[in-house]
Structure formats: C-alpha cells, structure tokens
C-alpha cells in the first residue's frame, strides 16, 4: 500500500476537498506513481488491472490541466465499452464537483445522438466515449480537438480485442500539436507497443506488480448481496456464527458511519476507524475493542494501519477493496497467533470480476456463501441459549432460585415455567437485536453503470443518489429484454438520452428474456415515463409501464 497522502501531489485545494468529500485517504500504488509523472507532463503507460484506482489516477491530473473557462475540449478519454465510459464519467463528476463550472460529456453509442451533440455544443472541457461514437461525432464536426491537452486510452489491450487498432489511431490523427498521451493496460502486447512508438514521446512505463500471497488459515468467502442488505447479511453472520469480535473495512470514511450508524440502531455495539479521529480517540476506540466492549470495529484502509488485535475473528468487506493489495490486509487481521479465521467479501454485479482477480492475486479460492435465512438465525439463538442454560446446571448454586421455582408447581409444570423463562430471554434480545418480519426482496440483484448502486434520495453534499434508500425508487418494466439483445447501457442510454435525467440516478437494472426492470427514483418516473412515450431503444418502440 502507498505511504503518500494526496496532499504531496500539489493537487489544488477544490479537488483535495473532492478528494476528501468522497471519503478517499491515501493514493493506491497506481496513483502514487502515476500522478506525479502526469502532473509533469510526462506521456505515461501505466499497466494495472481492474480495481487498483488506475481511473483516479488518470482523472486527477486530468481534472488539474483542464481551465473551466474555456468552453473548448481539453481532454479525451477512451473506454471500450459504455458501462466503463459511464463509469469513468461519474468518477470525473464526483472528483471535480468542487472545482465549478468544468463540464464532463460522456458519447457513446445506445443514447441518442442528439442528446450528445446538444451537451457537446454547449460546451464540454472533458468528453469521455468509445471509439466508434467519438469518431462518428468527429466525422460530423461535432467533436473539435483543436485545444486538446491530454488523451487516454483506458483498457487499451481491450480495445485491441475488440477490434478498435484503427479506430484509436484515427482519434489520436485528429489531434494538432503536442497532446499528452495515457495509456492504461493489464498487459502490453506489440500492437499497443507500435502504438507506443508512433504516437508517444519518452513514455514513462508504471507497472503495479502482484506477488501471490498464501492465506492458508483463513477461510475466505464471498456473498452476493445487494449493497442495502450487507448490514443485515452482518448482523445475521455474527449472530449464527457467534462471532465474538468483527472487523468490517469500507473503501469511504462516509460509509464507515453510515454502517455504524445502521448497526448501532439494530443493537450491535460498534465504533469507527477513520481519518477523523485524533490519535487519542483511536487509542481509546482500540482498547474498548480489545477488551471486547466492541462487537465490531469499522475501519477505512488507511486507519487501520498497525491494528493488532489477536481474536479477531471474522473480517468483513463491506466493499471489494479499491486495491487487491488492500485484500490481502485486510483479511490479515483475522487468523493471527496460530488461530484460525473467516473473511467474507460482499459483492454484486460487475464486481465479481474483481473477485477472481483477487483469487489469482492470492492464490487462493473464494467460496461462495449465502445469507443466513431468519430461520437460521432464530435456530442459532436458541442453540446458543439451550447451550448456556446446560452450562449453568453443570455449575450448580440453584438452590435459591429452585425455591422459588417451586412455589409455583401447583399451577404450572417445571417444564412450563422453564419454558417460559427461555421466552422471555429469547424476547429480550429480540428487543435489542431484532430480526426481521420477512426477509428482503434477492430476486434482482443490484446493477449499476459506474460500478455502484444508486437508488433513493439524494444524499447530503453530492449530487448523486444514495443506494441505501430502496424504498424511494419506482421498478419500471420496459417491453424488452434478451431477445431484443438490450444490454443495461442501452437502456441508461436511452432513459438518460430521452429523458434528460442524469445517468447516475439510474438504479437496479434486471434484464429478463422478454422484457426488462428498471429502478428510478420516484420523483423522477413521470419524466421518464412521458419521455419513453415515442422513444426507441436499439431502433425498436419500448412499452414502458410500473412494476
């Protein structure tokens, strides 16, 4: 993990609060060594996987060189597909939010056509697409880079599977004089090499390398579960396994409250580790968790550095960490002293490609798991309390209480009233740890197009919506699905294209055989409803209607 903080970049004050308002700490190895060398000027070819931060690492300096007052393209990135273009658009949203008046465009084929142009014409510093969409808008004039300062490719080895040589190097012969050039690859085969050679000058080469780590006594795992659930999949685990003390890492300060906050109000005793608190505060918050006044202890990566505590004994990961470095930390907190121990992945959607990247990384393999069903945990409590009150007879000293017992034989049984007492402690913990009626809706699992769930009302101090709140979305089902070929950044850019909602806003989207469910935030449906009326999604009439 990186020893550098964000600050020693000479970032500028508007994006370190961006920086911070998203909750993120400390650069990963990739952006560590890839800002700076950006920031110098230098062309760059960074080779990393999927989930090392490598879209922070280029959207920094990219946001830092591009002047909110010129209305003209500065920078041009380059994704193979339209979820990654979608994705890459919402990170340069979020990490330029504070700067004022800088315009980020996505273009890409599924959306409207005219839609992009309208956004390009009304000014656009940073355009991110895919090729075929962006040469189409340079061909029509619409697309100029005339004032162009930096371009990316993204992915690029996945551009050369997809058949884009051509395309990229017909952007890159649209460009006038020196442009900054950022390659980003998990390999570097020789056509990005002669790519290299034709169009880069004195490229610096980054390259983040994984050793495999051997985690022999942990037990590792991975659940699917939509993101509004992980909190109650927690508190189930803890409660059928009889975990003792928990350690759950978050990539955001923000989520580390707000899971402490979820768990505080279900009757588990948790604290916070984050960038937020002094020194004095963490020391405190660490002794309470090792003496075991803490059930669970939540922790960002960067705070937990040098925690030591020996009876950990589940690590959950609330996210896939944003570095599978992070991974192998974290779950490293669990099974120490010769003991053995558990860590479970949370996961949905496009991230479980970063769970097999996280098994080659380790060498090991991740099991699936599935979330305690109420049953399960309703048996475990009382197996659990069966099991104490067995123990309590073996101690002896009843005496006292047997006498008192027995004043009440000539109404009750013994097996009544022992009955009864077992209710009333069962009852008790209900009170403070309560179970759900019913259990929540798996049947759709969460998809979004940045890689995070959105959902819900707007949350405090961004412009996003927030995943947690499910019960302020509206499923829409739209009359086409797996037949009509109709992949999710079809429909986001059909919805977002006609209806002018943000994309981002978009929530759970499920692809059926012959039609398709789509979540948008309540107040928002008639928007999209008045404008799919006569909209078409893949040259076809969509019938739109709630669910």
Known sequence: MSNHT?????????????????????PTAIQAQTIPLLMSGRDVVGQAQTGTGKTAAFAIPAIEKTDPASKQVQVLVQCPTRELAIQVTGE??????????????PVYGGQHISHQIKALKRGAQIVVGTPGRTIDHLKRGNLKLDSLKMVVFDEADEMLNMGFREDMEQILEYTSGKVQMVMFSAT???????????????????TIERSKVSTPDIRQFYMEVRDSVRVEAICRLMDVEQYRLGLIFCNTKVQTDRVSSELQSRGYTSEVLNGDLTQSQRDKVMQRFRSGQIDLLIATDVAARGIDVEHVDIVFNYDVPQ?????????????????????ITFVSGRRMKSIRFIERVTGGKLESMRMPSI???????????????????????LRPYIEQIETMDDAYTTSEIAGALLK???????????????EPDMSRPD????????GGKKSKGGSGYDSRNDENMVSLRFSLGKNDKVSPGDLVGAIAGESGIPGHAIGHIDIQTNFSFVDIPADLVPQVMKAMKKAKVKKKAVRVKAD
């Open 92 to 105: 340069l949203q979020k990490l330029s939010a504070a700067t004022g008046g800088l315009n980020v465009v």
């Open 6 to 26: 964000f600050a020693e970049f000479g970032l500028s004050e508007p994006v370190l609060r961006s920086l911070s308002a998203m909750g993120f700490e400390a």
């Open 375 to 397: 049953e399960d945990v309703r048996e475990s409590r009382m197996t659990h309390h069966l099991t104490e009150l067995t123990e309590t007879l073996k101690q002896g000293g």
């Open 188 to 206: 570097v085969p020789k056509p990005i090499r002669e790519i290299m050679n034709r169009f880069m000058v004195n490229p610096a080469n980054v």
């Open 323 to 343: 570095d599978p470095e992070y991974y192998v930390h974290r779950i490293g907190r669990t099974g120490r002293a010769g003991r053995s121990g558990t860590a």
């Open 447 to 454: 998809f979004s197009q940045n890689g995070k769930k959105r």
């Open 424 to 438: 009333m402690r069962l009852d008790e913990i209900e009170r403070n740890k309560p179970v759900p009626e019913k």
